[in-house]
């Protein structure tokens, strides 16, 4: 059974302050490994990554996938309020587009 | 706005209520999925819908019954719900089925179920 692990569980940081969000994964055929950001209802996409070691970024926000160790990371840098929310990491594995999820990690953004 | 819709946003049904949850994409997508995401456990894929076709029910109850008239609407019928059938219901799309694409979530329908 495909397996997705995030953590921590949850973080509370104040503003300006770089975090690090971990995911790894335990699945079968890998094809991509994608990171959404659930504000309050509707996650909403931040990166899909299919290959090694190549970093993607988008402003304060990058992530990296290292396939060796089955894992992933996302880098917040100089953290606001507005990044509060729950970051979930999707992995697509096998034929078709089923995405398995971790559990999340919530993170609060303290003025 | 991500381009899919849901309604409504929120309910509350008795377990012996039928209800139907709606979602549209105006994406142009070929897909549809529907999501639960109940408190402390990683959202769960229940249906999928490929051209209007099923091609994934995993495992879901039943009292749970999909339905997708065409590419731009999904919806899902609830019948003899359970208290623990209570949770965030996310309607997802994407341009297709069996290559590497992303999702586009609506803002789901919070259910309870009394």
């Known amino acids: 059974e495909d397996k997705v692990v995030q953590s921590p569980l949850s973080l509370v940081v104040h503003e300006g302050d770089t975090v690090t969000l971990n995911c790894s994964y335990e699945v079968t055929n890998f094809r991509s490994l994608l990171w959404y950001k659930q504000e309050k209802k509707a996650p909403t996409f931040l990166f899909m990554l299919?290959?090694?070691?190549i970093e993607k970024k988008s402003g304060r926000l990058s992530s990296i996938l290292d396939k060796k160790e089955l894992s992933s990371i996302l880098n917040i840098t100089a953290t606001q309020t507005g990044d509060s929310a729950i970051y979930l990491c999707?992995?697509?594995?096998?034929?078709?587009?089923?995405?398995?999820f971790g559990g999340g990690t919530r993170l609060m953004v303290k003025p | 706005e991500t381009g899919v819709t849901q309604t409504p946003r929120h309910l509350v049904m008795g377990m012996t209520n039928k209800k139907s949850l709606k979602c549209e994409q105006h994406l142009g997508h070929n897909a549809m999925y529907w999501y639960k995401q109940s408190a402390k456990k990683p959202l769960e894929l229940m249906f999928v819908?490929?051209?209007?076709?099923?091609?994934e029910n995993n495992s879901v109850p039943s009292r749970f019954s999909p339905e997708c008239p065409n590419s731009s609407h999904l919806f899902l019928h609830l019948h003899t719900l359970q208290p623990e059938d209570s949770a965030l219901y996310l309607c997802a799309s994407s341009r297709g089925v069996g290559t590497v694409e992303k999702l586009f979530f609506g803002s789901g329908t919070q259910l309870s179920v009394l």
């Open positions: 999707a992995v697509e594995a096998g034929a078709g587009n089923m995405l398995t």
């Open positions: 299919t290959s090694s070691g």
């Open positions: 819908y490929n051209f209007k076709e099923q091609t």
